[in-house]
């Protein structure tokens, strides 16, 4: 077995012997797996990429977190580390915010939301 998985398989182990009774009727074991695996993710900060928009990112180069426009993905080879304090302000005065109008074209979450509420609902019966 790969030693890579054995911090996690720990964690399941842990939690199995742990889980409560109540939580353990309501999901399937592939529920609950998945459920661990997005804790294993959260306890050590695996894949935390997420920064907030034109932030520079703690990185050689010291690339910056750049909003991209949809016509912006079909540059080829775009990738994560393009854009970096020594060139984003060039891409700052050649184009518009890409977010504008966002508040414009934004939906709630509520029926989202509700129907996940259904769907959960479901499971549990």
């Not at 964690?11 to 074991?29: I, P």
């Not at 010291?62 to 302000?89: H, I, M, Q, S």
Request: net charge positive.
């Amino acid at each position: 077995m790969n030693d890579r998985f054995a911090p996690f398989i720990a964690g399941v182990q842990a939690n199995c012997h742990t889980a409560d009774a109540k939580h353990a009727r309501s999901m399937t074991l592939c529920t609950y797996l998945l459920e661990m695996r997005e804790l294993y993710r959260w306890e050590h900060a695996y894949a935390q990429t997420a920064v907030a928009p034109w932030s520079v990112r703690p990185l050689p180069g010291a690339p910056v977190a750049v909003p991209l426009a949809w016509r912006d993905l079909e540059k080829p080879g775009l990738g994560p580390r393009d854009y970096t304090v020594r060139n984003v302000f060039r891409r700052v005065s050649r184009r518009s915010d890409p977010w504008a109008g966002l508040r414009r074209r934004a939906r709630s979450l509520g029926p989202a939301r509700e129907r996940l509420e259904r769907l959960r609902g479901a499971e549990r019966a």
